[in-house]
């Protein structure tokens, strides 16, 4: 799960999660904190040889180091940001947080979550407000038809159930 986000203290944005997205977020802070703590004493105990593979081998280490601690806060910023998706709304209107399940014409029921791109997952069930399909479903209601397609195929689904 990667993400880039460009820290502008003039415009903080919001990032709504479900539970289960602020866990794994959670949980993966604690791994890249675990990794970091690894990579630092692979470093301390790496000597600092005159030959070509152990400079390789060190810089092969700080550019792991750099990289973990990008990511790392970049994940504590956008945690710091987050705020778990509301329970109670109106549920009349797909929004960030709805799970919709969708009929397609082959009368197959999909289902749905609606999330923020950082806990997207699609083969979890959990799709992007900002896909392509998310994008189509927010403000839908009960009963409306959903057309989404990649320009060559295109798919109709049937908006059958908001909760």
């Not at 602020?22 to 990579?39: V, Y």
């Not at 806060?73 to 399940?101: C, F, W």
């Not at 749905?112 to 407000?129: F, K, M, W």
């Not at 900002?130 to 109709?156: C, F, H, Y």
């Amino acid at each position: 799960m990667n993400t880039t986000t460009t820290i502008d203290s003039s415009e903080t944005k919001t990032v709504l999660l479900s539970k289960k997205g602020m866990k794994e977020l959670r949980k993966s802070i604690i791994q890249l904190e675990h990794d970091l703590q690894t990579i630092r004493r692979n470093l301390r105990e790496s000597d600092k040889g005159l030959n070509h593979d152990d400079r390789f081998a060190r810089n092969e280490l700080l550019l792991r180091l750099e990289t973990a601690q990008a990511e790392l806060l970049d994940k504590q910023y956008t945690l710091n940001h987050a705020k778990l998706i509301p329970s109670r709304r109106a549920r009349m209107k797909v929004a960030i947080g709805s799970v919709v399940d969708l009929i397609d014409q082959q009368g197959r029921l999909i289902s749905y979550t609606i999330v923020e791109s950082i806990e997207a997952n699609p083969s979890d069930g959990r799709i992007s407000a900002a896909s392509p399909l998310g994008s189509t479903l927010l403000g839908k209601t009960v009963k409306d038809m959903v057309e989404w397609g990649n320009g060559i195929q295109r798919n109709t689904f049937q908006l059958i159930k908001i909760t």
